[in-house]
């Protein structure tokens, strides 16, 4: 069977991420016409066509899917053994510790305060992702550990514990015809608009429609406020409220998990030791009334009110 070399997976998954050769040799740092040949040699060694060209579009044909799924853990693989060799060998190494900014439900301080008590403790290098690849930094080895949302996030590859579980909330406009609500349903919102956040599957109500593409929480509050579309989102990430917007609990949506996760096939005592830390920390904090209790806040409240939930409308 025909072997594939690192670089030629490199050069295709490129090209299938962007569907375009322009794109691809840009990001590569190569010539277009280089990258075309490499890709037509790929196909004639594998004897399939990988891709599907016209004038007009490039897209993945069946053989194409394949690679591509299988040709990013190929290279997460390699670029992980290369740096856990590194890291091996390294006897003063850094735990590295990826999170999305403000993604830890308010745990990361005490969890750093139970690892730093524990004999074995390292230093904790505290890496920010970004909302779709945190995930890929443990895969590739970039970081050791990773704060994650199940079920958003891919756990493909990956072992973890639950630290805590919470409600979402829909993020709306002020004038949305829910606004005035206490609560609302997946039914409420089945025929709303919710944006497709870009590396993550599709985890809001069933039956709504897809709207634009959306990178990170920034980018979907500028679309709510301009009624483009609402958002469901784990309440923790929908902090800080912004006060132009109104945030309703999803009563019957499944509830969303806060994760410490790893790869499977890490057993470091490094590792090991930060998990029972941060399992401690989170048990200790236990469930917060203000994730769990439903926000009866509506439009016509005061806006410096207190509601059940604890916060501040």
């Not at 945190?134 to 891919?154: I, K, M, N, Q, S």
């Not at 009563?251 to 029972?276: G, K, T």
């Amino acid at each position: 069977m025909a072997e594939l070399e690192t670089r030629e997976l490199e050069y295709f998954v490129a090209v299938a991420e962007e569907l375009h050769f322009g794109r691809a040799a840009a990001r590569l740092s190569i010539a277009q016409p280089a990258l075309s040949k490499a890709i037509q040699r790929l196909e004639s060694r594998l004897g399939v066509s990988l891709l599907e060209r016209s004038s007009r579009r490039v897209a993945l044909a069946p053989a194409g899917e394949a690679l591509l799924h299988h040709g990013r853990n190929a290279l997460n693989a390699v670029s992980a053994a290369a740096e856990k060799t590194r890291r091996a060998g390294d006897q003063q190494t850094h735990l590295r510790l990826v999170i999305k900014p403000g993604g830890d439900a308010n745990l990361l301080s005490g969890i750093l305060a139970a690892y730093a008590r524990r004999p074995d403790a390292r230093q904790v290098d505290i890496l920010f992702g970004g909302a779709t690849d945190r995930a890929e930094h443990v895969r590739d080895g970039r970081a050791d550990v990773a704060l994650l949302y199940v079920p958003f996030d891919d756990m493909t590859g990956l072992d973890h514990e639950t630290l805590t579980v919470e409600g979402r909330v829909a993020i709306l406009p002020p004038d949305h015809r829910l606004a005035s609500r206490t609560q609302v349903t997946l039914a409420d919102l089945a025929r709303e608009t919710l944006p497709r956040w870009k590396g993550v599957r599709w985890t809001g109500a069933p039956e709504a429609g897809q709207g634009p593409e959306v990178t990170d929480a920034a980018e979907a509050l500028d679309m709510i406020r301009l009624g483009r579309t609402i958002a469901i989102l784990p309440r923790s990430l929908a902090e800080p409220m912004h006060p132009d917007l109104v945030y309703r609990p999803v009563a019957d949506a499944p509830r969303s998990e806060l994760v410490l996760a790893w790869s499977q096939d890490d057993r470091r005592h490094l590792v090991a030791s930060f998990i029972a830390a941060a399992v401690d920390a989170a048990g200790r904090a236990g469930p917060s009334p203000a994730s769990l209790a439903p926000c009866s806040a509506t439009a016509d409240s005061p806006r410096d009110s207190l509601c059940p939930c604890g916060r501040e409308h």
